[in-house]
């Protein structure tokens, strides 16, 4: 090796400079500030160069709330592993937030934490190690700093002028150009969850603050006194098929350009609700609020979460229930009640042994409606659409919209090789859904329906947002405005007294998840104090005799 070369190799491992524990949170402050933090500056500034007060402002600002939010948290021990775990995680962060343009609220925290490692999985990719890579850069540097001893006194009051600095700099900023902070705060105030790495902390934090770990509590009980209203001679079975990821924007029967429901649409007396609205913009918000009674009108998660479900309500009332899931589970609303997991059925025409195609959930269905004893509810929750391997939810006779999009890094197809490929995605829902009726039809011992909605709908590109969890307020319709159809057997609709034209009239109107739970209890002639008859899509739809 050349003398010079060994030199400036020695010089390097030689290099350890000295500095305070302030100075290391000011200098990670910074670099946040500046290189991980691409999403939160392209979405809060529109003309850089023209708004260059307000940039500083907002740069000033952010870089003082970290500041802020490290100094109160790190000390000379715990520094360094602290920060060598920020970096990381936020190089993570800033990958996705850029990359598919979700914001890391509560609720999205919340979905990164009950995922499987099936959905994790399809969202890893190689492109994610080129930010884990620019992130070792700063962690080298780290660890060749050297963090300068004080005596506890004189670092105690070091730090406390530290964060008194830092809360006289936001301070500053904010004043700076407090008109434009005030109406970006006002107009986008779920902007703050692009702040990185503060909004993943704070989320967190709130997150396990709600929901300690350990031992979770028993669900508080609901609808104890429920009933059922009317007997019927033969046993009513009502297939509840949850959607996932469908949105109503690209759904055939709501006049989509592309047919995308063609089984469906040949069905006789299928009925189509084309102006539904869901509780939240991912399965973590929807699922548990589309069958609470609290639903999004008075949405209160924490008392949506403690307690029962429509699934209990039904079960306290003598009707059996049973959840056959293809995807993540049930959120806690079939909690303690049957629930079969078929996401790891090995079926070789349906299976691939990662995923399962939707059809595996009507495999086997048979077997569990014997013996017949009373009315029954069977809820199928769906894979559906799940994206971003939207190419994985259908097999290769539902590929029809060619060319598509058959890489989970969205942001590297066409925007129109993704509709391709998420529209025969949908085909095969549609597929799925005729198959159910079918086999409803089939059915002797019951008089059968079938109720369908999707959980959440579904960005596919527009404004630069892809997949979902948009924190509600700002939630796009494509993400909040779903599918719901709805089919009834002959018998079936005797024994309920349905006017389906009727009920036709009311599928034009706006609809809701908040709808969800009141119909099936209506529809199942349930009887209880948490029965909203106002709510019910059914009841002015329902013979007097059958409205209880």
Same mark, same amino acid.
């Given at each position: 090796?050349p003398?010079?070369?060994a ?24 670099y ?15 003309h ?7 940039? &500083?402002?907002?740069f @000033?600002?952010v870089?003082? +709330?970290?500041?802020? $939010? =490290?100094g109160? %948290?790190?000390? #000379? ?26 914001y890391?609220?509560?609720d ?11 959905e994790s999985?399809?969202l890893?990719?190689?492109? &994610?190690?080129?930010? @884990?890579?620019?992130?070792? +850069?700063?962690i080298? $540097? =780290?660890?060749? %700093?050297?963090? #300068? ?7 105690l009051?070091?730090?406390a ?22 109406t ?5 105030r ?5 702040v990185a ?6 989320s @967190?934090?709130n997150v396990? +603050? ?9 669900l508080l ?9 009317h007997?019927t ?16 924007r690209n ?7 592309r047919q ?5 649409a ?23 609020c ?6 999004r ?11 029962q ?20 589970g ?11 997991r ?8 349906l ?15 048979q ?12 809820v199928l929750?769906?894979l559906?659409n ?7 939810r ?10 598509t ?13 993704i509709?391709?490929?998420?529209d025969n ?5 549609d ?12 059915q002797?011992?019951?008089?059968t ?16 947002l ?8 700002i ?10 159809v709805?089919?009834f ?5 005797g ?7 009727c ?11 908040d709808?969800?739970?009141?119909s ?17 899509l ?9 409205t209880?």
């Amino acid at each position: 090796m050349p003398a010079k070369a060994a030199a400036a190799t020695t010089t390097w491992w030689q290099w350890r400079p000295q500095i305070s524990g302030e100075s290391l949170v000011l200098l990670s402050a910074l670099y946040f500030s500046l290189f991980s933090n691409g999403a939160f500056w392209h979405a809060a500034i529109a003309h850089p160069l023209a708004q260059w007060r307000f940039v &500083l402002s907002l740069f @000033l600002v952010v870089t003082a +709330l970290h500041a802020l $939010l =490290l100094g109160l %948290v790190t000390n #000379r021990w715990i520094a360094k592993p602290l920060l060598t775990a920020l970096l990381l995680a936020t190089a993570v962060a800033s990958h996705y937030m850029s990359a598919y343009g979700v914001y890391l609220d509560a609720d999205m925290l919340r979905n990164v934490l009950h995922t499987d490692s099936k959905e994790s999985g399809e969202l890893l990719s190689p492109r &994610l190690l080129i930010p @884990l890579a620019w992130s070792l +850069l700063p962690i080298v $540097l =780290l660890w060749r %700093v050297r963090l #300068r001893r004080r005596r506890w006194p004189r670092a105690l009051a070091a730090r406390a002028g530290f964060l008194l600095a830092m809360a006289l700099v936001a301070a500053c900023g904010v004043m700076l150009s407090s008109q434009d902070f005030s109406t970006l705060f006002r107009s986008q105030r779920e902007v703050r969850y692009l702040v990185a790495p503060a909004n993943y902390v704070v989320s @967190l934090s709130n997150v396990l +603050l709600s929901s300690p770990p350990g031992p979770k509590k028993a669900l508080l009980p609901i609808g104890l006194d429920a009933r059922q209203a009317h007997e019927t001679g033969k046993p009513r079975l009502l297939l509840l098929v949850v959607g996932e990821t469908a949105r109503a924007r690209n759904w055939g029967l709501n006049g989509y350009a592309r047919q995308t429901t063609p089984e469906l649409a040949r069905i006789p007396g299928l009925i189509n609700f084309p102006q539904v609205t869901a509780c939240g913009s991912s399965t973590e918000v929807s699922l548990p609020c589309m069958f609470s009674p609290y639903g999004r009108r008075d949405y209160d998660e924490g008392r949506i979460r403690d307690h029962q479900s429509l699934l209990h309500v039904l079960d306290h009332a003598g009707i059996a229930t049973l959840w056959r899931d293809n995807q993540s589970g049930c959120k806690g609303v079939c909690d303690k009640l049957p629930i079969e997991r078929l996401d790891d059925a090995r079926d070789t025409e349906l299976c691939n042994g990662k995923r399962c195609l939707d059809g595996i959930l009507l495999k086997g269905l048979q077997a569990q409606l014997s013996p017949v004893k009373g009315d029954r509810v069977v809820v199928l929750h769906q894979l559906g659409n799940h994206g971003p391997n939207y190419f994985e939810r259908y097999p290769p006779a539902f590929k029809r919209f060619t060319p598509t999009c058959d890489n989970p890094e969205l942001g590297r197809c066409e925007r129109e090789h993704i509709v391709n490929a998420y529209d025969n995605a949908l085909l095969y829902t549609d597929h799925v859904l005729a198959q159910a009726i079918g086999f409803l039809r089939q059915q002797t011992a019951y008089d059968t329906a079938l109720i369908y909605v999707s959980d959440h709908g579904e960005s596919l590109g527009e404004k630069g947002l892809f997949l979902h969890g948009v924190p509600y307020a700002i939630a796009p319709q494509e993400q909040t405005r779903v599918p719901m159809v709805m089919w009834f057997s002959p018998g079936f609709i005797g024994d309920s007294g349905l006017d389906l034209d009727c009920l036709r009239r009311r599928a034009a109107q706006p609809a809701s998840h908040d709808n969800l739970f009141p119909s099936v209890l209506g529809l199942l002639q349930v009887r209880t104090e948490v029965y909203r008859p106002a709510d019910d899509l059914f009841a002015a739809c329902r013979a007097p005799a059958w409205t209880g």
